[in-house]
């Protein structure tokens, strides 16, 4: 059964750092994409960054380049998401996905991790 | 790759037929995937490469289309499918969202 679970979420002050994780199960990390989601309150779904199965290839929406970093560990099945220079209109749910990118076929979601962004 | 979701909301009886659309703003082929998104939980994938149907998904939701022009049916709406539903291009990057469409139950 896949499973994802998103960790690190929580308050930061505008210009605070925070670093989320997801850790996975179920399937073979290191042959696949992954991918990162978010909804702001009262907002749609919104992609965010997506990063190849060997990390090669990485992409960011407008709205996060050079604020945001993803990265993973295929030996530790695990995905990140370095949030910097975080502002008010982060504050979201941030979801782990895979399956979601380019050429993805079934799709699977973790619960998601609260980011507010808040003085 | 913008992607226009119609309409942005409805409101169908239990055992109704609800139809929502996705117009993509260039040929995306069968690139398209649907999800149910419902309060403060994960989004649950439905559909993929436009008409398959995740594992696991009732066989009352059914999606179809090609192109530029998408379609998710409901086949007999039921009390559980009250929900924002949200279309998906993954054709190219950036990936892009429909605006969402929320069902309600009369």
């Known amino acids: 059964e896949v499973q994802l679970v998103e960790s690190g979420g929580g308050l930061v002050q505008p210009g605070g750092s925070l670093r989320l994780s997801c850790e996975a199960s179920?399937?073979?990390?290191?042959?696949?994409?992954m991918n990162w989601v978010r909804q702001g309150p009262g907002k749609g779904l919104e992609w965010v960054s997506s990063?190849?199965?060997?990390?090669?290839?990485?992409y960011y929406a407008d709205s996060v380049k050079g604020r945001f970093t993803t990265s993973r560990d295929n030996d530790k099945n695990v995905l990140y998401l370095q949030m910097n220079s975080l502002r008010g209109d982060d504050t979201a749910l941030y979801f782990c996905?895979?399956?979601?990118?380019?050429?993805?076929?079934?799709?699977?979601w973790g619960q998601g991790a609260l980011v507010t962004v808040s003085s | 790759i913008q992607m226009t979701q119609s309409p942005p909301s409805l409101s169908a009886s239990v055992g109704d037929r609800v139809t929502i659309t996705c117009r993509a703003s260039q040929d995306i082929g069968s690139s398209l995937a649907w999800y149910q998104k419902r309060p403060e939980k994960a989004p649950k994938s439905l559909i993929y490469?436009?008409?398959t149907l995740q594992p696991g998904v009732p066989s009352r939701f059914s999606g179809s289309g090609s192109g530029t022009d998408f379609t998710l049916t409901i086949s007999s709406l039921q009390p559980e499918d009250s929900a924002t539903y949200y279309c998906?291009?993954?054709?190219?990057?950036?990936?892009?969202f429909g605006g969402g469409t929320k069902v309600e139950i009369k």
């Open positions: 490469a436009a008409s």
């Open positions: 998906q291009q993954y054709k190219s990057y950036p990936l892009t």
């Open positions: 179920g399937f073979n990390f290191g042959f696949y994409t």
């Open positions: 996905a895979k399956g979601v990118g380019v050429g993805g076929t079934e799709r699977y």
């Open positions: 990063i190849g199965a060997s990390s090669s290839s990485i």
